[in-house]
């Protein structure tokens, strides 16, 4: 069947997956439907603590066995190493057929790749996959579906109740003896803990794993011991210095430099540049160094941001210290500068399902002006691939992309024109992750193409002294550059589907195709 982004989607895997092909984003405006529940253990015969002595005895109190779910959070990034010391030991139980639900999964859990290769892992449903796990998943290596997910669609799947997590684990930075956690306080904080909260709030049991147990109360707390079924005292459940990738850092690159130019002075001149304006960016080093550049001209203009939202670091949280931006809503700290900020008094936590559920009764990327995002493809139809590489292996994630492009009033994606040799702006993305419909503003280094659908956005910038191109001129002077390149080999097995937020499927990924070459 066809959706609405022109992609086949294999009748089969409707049939087993039970779910829709994508219809436009806004298809699901007034849906109404019930929220699912956790089974919940009462405590009313307590003897005051919920420590159990290790992360092995906490999977037998919570009565771990084949086919379960497992939720995980991600705000530790490449420093995670909570998933990974829950699953070795699940693997040493001798434990089959596991899902994993995380909000993300990186290079940090290479570990994982043997589970999927002995059955102790068939499932994953994540934001995304880097590393060595993506490859094993391209390679049909995974015995079921790896369902990809927004982090507003994680939350709609687990609120819905299409997802039941078993056993939830929250790495927690600071955590007292009956489960109170918070991202901050310890030795391996990580600011926030909201991928998680939906996990308490609807997994089965829950536990909190941490490395620093300090004495009740442990408040305001993050995540509430109402929550919580068990605590788990570690030697470490992450390094906090891997929290940064290197992508999250200014540039010094001159290319990046000037698409980063280019972005602000778009922002500027679109018409919601303004006091009181609201805006997103990413980790990328041209998103930074537009942030920056665009904090100089909010001083020159006397131009206050009211909040920036998403996931955070040093120039957005610098705003806040110079007192350009009233409020920022944090889902995810990027870098330590970010993570330290958590104290500000302005610097609000908020839960994944606040800023970007599309299921709830209204998400922060809702009043959102500007969101600047990044994007391995964009094609001549303005849908973004941020998951699958030119090489057909899984290597990023969704995040916050789709989430945010469909709520924002101005969405920019910043691209080079060229990616090494392949170009990022081309005929048909490989995967389509984010829907053309939700793009407006496609920034590259050889110029910018405006979505023909936002007329308003081209008839304000007819006067603005910037390198507008259609998008095909700028597939066509990459194509003309580099040429245009072959295709990606797959098979016909299907070993992802890309979730839209809603839960529709806008694209699936499969296998790529492995070629040998016969000896001399």
């Known amino acids: 069947m066809i959706n609405a982004v022109g992609r086949e989607i294999p009748e089969e895997i409707l049939q087993q997956t039970g779910k829709q092909p994508f219809m436009g984003s806004h298809h699901f405006d007034g849906y109404e439907y019930k929220k699912d529940g956790p089974v919940t253990k009462c405590v009313i015969n307590s003897n005051g603590s919920k420590l159990v002595d290790s992360i092995h005895d906490v999977l037998v109190k919570c009565g771990i066995k084949d086919g379960m779910t497992l939720g995980f959070h991600h705000h530790f990034r490449d420093g995670d190493y909570v998933v990974n010391m829950v699953m070795e030991e699940i693997h040493k139980m001798g434990i089959k057929d596991i899902t994993i639900c995380a909000s ?8 994982l790749v043997e589970m999927i290769e002995d059955g102790t892992i068939v499932e994953i449903q994540s934001s995304g996959v880097r590393g060595k796990i993506g490859q094993a998943i391209s390679e049909g290596k995974l015995k079921g579906l790896a369902i990809m997910r927004s982090h507003g669609g994680r939350v709609r799947a687990i609120e819905s109740g299409e997802v039941r997590i078993d056993i939830a684990f929250i790495g927690a930075p600071t955590c007292d003896d009956y489960g109170n956690c918070r991202g901050i306080g310890g030795k391996s904080d990580c600011g926030v803990l909201s991928y998680s909260m939906v996990d308490a709030d609807y997994a089965d049991k829950v536990v ?3 490395d620093c147990l300090v004495p009740f109360p442990n408040f305001p707390a993050h995540i509430s011991m109402t929550k919580v079924d068990y605590v788990v005292v570690v030697d470490e459940i992450g390094n906090p210095d891997k929290i940064a990738t290197g992508a999250a850092k200014p540039t010094s690159d001159m290319r990046k430099l000037m698409m980063a130019d280019y972005c602000t002075q778009f922002v500027v001149n679109a018409p919601y540049f303004k006091d009181g304006f609201s805006y997103q960016t990413g980790v990328g080093g041209a998103s930074i160094a537009s942030t920056i550049s665009l904090a100089k001209i909010m001083k020159e ?8 939202v998403g ?24 870098d330590l500068n970010a993570v330290e900020s958590v104290i500000h008094p302005k610097h609000f936590r908020i839960s994944a399902g606040e ?20 994007a391995l493809e964009v094609d001549v139809h303005f849908n973004c691939n941020v998951v699958v590489g030119s090489d057909g292996v899984i290597t990023g994630a969704q995040g916050g992309h789709p989430d945010t492009a469909a709520g924002a009033k101005c969405t920019i994606v910043i691209s080079p024109l060229l990616q090494g040799r392949i170009p990022a702006v081309c005929t048909d993305v490989t995967t389509v992750t984010t829907p053309g419909e939700s793009v407006d ?3 590259t280094d050889y110029g910018i193409a405006i979505n023909p659908l936002r007329q308003d956005l081209i008839e304000a910038m007819k006067d603005v002294d910037l390198p507008f191109k259609t998008i095909e001129e700028l597939r066509d002077i990459a194509y003309s550059i580099v040429g245009e390149p072959e295709r990606v080999q797959f098979e016909d097995k299907v070993v992802g589907i890309i979730e839209s937020r809603d839960g529709t499927i806008m694209d699936v990924v499969r296998k790529i195709k492995t070629f040998e070459f016969a000896g001399e």
């Open 104 to 111: 993300s999964l990186g290079k940090a859990h290479d570990k």
């Open 208 to 210: 909190a794993v941490t």
């Open 301 to 308: 203009r006397n131009i206050r941001m009211r909040f920036g």
């Open 311 to 334: 996931g955070l670091t040093k120039p957005m949280c610098d705003l806040l210290e110079n007192g350009q931006v009233d409020a920022l809503l944090d889902t995810q700290d990027f």
């Open 355 to 374: 800023y970007a559920d599309p299921f709830n009764k209204g998400a922060v990327v809702n009043k959102l002006d500007y969101v600047i995002l990044a």
């Open 441 to 443: 503003v496609v920034i």
